[in-house]
């Protein structure tokens, strides 16, 4: 099922596109939750500090294959909005192979230099291991998480949003079922978790793969289409790598703030990441309307329609303002009853509660900046600019660096929550000009031309 993105009225088009990706964004965040969940109730608070404490590396991994798929992706969502069905193919078998090189790359590095990463961030010594074990499966396995990431950018840049929401769904539900039988029966702890992870993400990539091959013909590429094409290679590196290191960069932003955390303790850690866990999930439509301005943008360049590119982008921005609004009074409202979830009646709440408050509160202050960020920053991507989206990630890395290290002197938590809003706020600005550069750009060289 394709869906032209180029006619029709733009905010009708958005919203019935990105409706399914909230629910899918959701869904794939709820396999961190389901994750965190059952090792906090099933296994311990130390082990959900442990899980929380990998959050940021996995953040960097697997926004890293997120941002180098999407990249890939671009160049499909353009020549479909082109119309060349030829093109559509080779970049799908050329996006596959890189993809497979990048998946070599990025589990040799992360497998090889995770226990020195985990050190150099401060993690608590009674975690520390459980840590290890957590994300080095997760790093083995990342295979799955690439694959999933691809053939889900396919679909969404010829329009598709919904099958890759039922895959996932589907998917959810059995990480849940897997990580209760491999904690609760096997009795494997936080290694059951990741691998529950893993297997249920390979099913997803196995089910977008199969579909693709069977009721998706304008995406399967042919024998003849199976080798690399320097052209399309070059195209797809000069989006796919820009996207990832801005992935990358922000996550190690997020790293440094994880530092300044786990200096305030395995209880602050847990409460940290229960709250984040909550705030993750009702902030999915954020990025769900970035991967929709993605595909929109990919296809009306494709098209030749700047104005209506425009138009999308406003349209996009007036939704979020009230998405912000309404996910703020959401997250204050569900984090006391949330965050009983990932404890047992064993914690005394009123020691975890005030540490998750003073994130939640500090932050909700400035989920319309956050907002913001996905729109412009993936209207670029999908206009072929990579460069500009990245700085903006670097803009993120010097604020949270900055915050980090000062709370870190300080010994202050609050401003290590801060860390944060500043970064938001510092890409939201950023961004913003940015995208007001490019669009000039775009119109003078279309005027030229």
């Given amino acids: 099922m394709e869906k032209d993105m180029t006619n029709g009225r733009p905010l009708p ?31 311990g608070s130390d082990a959900l500090a442990a899980v929380g404490s990998t959050g940021t590396i996995m953040f960097l991994i697997g926004g890293f294959s997120q941002g180098i798929t999407a990249g890939f992706s671009v160049l499909t969502a353009q020549r479909f909005g082109a119309r060349d069905e030829d093109g559509v193919k ?20 992360s497998i090889l230099g995770m226990h020195s990463l985990l050190k150099l961030m401060n993690t608590p010594e009674n975690i520390f291991q459980d840590a290890y074990t957590y994300i080095m499966i997760i790093s083995a396995g990342i295979i799955a998480t690439i694959f999933y990431n691809l053939f889900s950018s396919y679909l969404r840049a010829v329009g598709n949003s919904k099958i890759p929401l039922i895959f996932l769904v589907f998917s959810a539900v059995l990480n849940v079922i897997l990580d209760l039988v491999f904690i609760i029966n096997f009795k494997m702890g936080v290694a059951g978790a990741a691998c529950a992870t893993i297997l249920s993400q390979g099913v997803s990539a196995v089910l977008c793969l199969v579909y693709i091959y069977t009721k998706m013909p304008t995406l399967a590429p042919a024998r003849q289409h199976w080798r690399l094409h320097g052209k399309e290679s070059r195209h797809q590196l000069s989006m796919g790598i820009p996207m990832a290191l801005q992935f990358a960069i922000t996550a190690s932003g997020t790293m440094i703030m994880q530092s300044a ?4 303790g395995s209880t602050a850690v847990a409460s940290f990441t229960a709250a984040s866990k909550v705030q993750n999930l009702v902030t999915q439509g954020m990025m ?10 990919g296809q009306n360049f494709g098209k030749g329609d700047i104005g209506r590119i425009r138009q999308g982008v406003k349209a996009a921005l007036s939704s979020c303002v009230v998405y912000s609004i309404g996910a703020a009074v959401l997250v204050c409202v569900l984090l006391k009853p949330a965050l009983g979830l990932f404890f047992t009646g064993d914690v005394d709440m009123n020691t975890v509660l005030p540490w ?16 913001t960020i996905f729109v412009f ?9 990579g460069f500009l989206p990245m700085m903006g990630g670097v803009a993120e890395l010097i604020a949270r660096m900055v915050v980090a290290l000062i709370s870190m002197a300080l010994t202050s938590y609050p401003l290590a929550c801060f860390c944060d809003p500043a970064a938001w706020v510092a890409a939201a600005v950023f961004t913003g000009v940015s995208y007001i550069f490019v669009m000039k750009d775009i119109r003078k060289k279309y005027e030229t031309a």
Wanted: net charge positive.
């Fill in 90 to 109: 080779i970049s799908v078998a050329n996006g596959i192979l890189l993809s497979l090189i990048f998946t070599a790359v990025i589990s040799t590095f």
């Fill in 261 to 264: 955390i786990n200096l305030f």
């Fill in 288 to 297: 769900a309307m970035g991967q929709t301005m993605a595909a929109y943008s």
């Fill in 356 to 371: 998750a408050k003073t994130y939640i509160y500090l932050s909700v202050i400035f989920y319309i900046p956050l907002s």
């Fill in 377 to 385: 920053r993936n209207t670029m991507q999908g206009c072929g600019y």
């Fill in 13 to 43: 088009v958005i919203l019935k596109f990105v409706l399914p990706l909230i629910i899918g964004n959701i869904f794939q965040q709820l396999y961190n939750m389901a994750d965190t969940i059952i090792v906090g109730r099933f296994v």
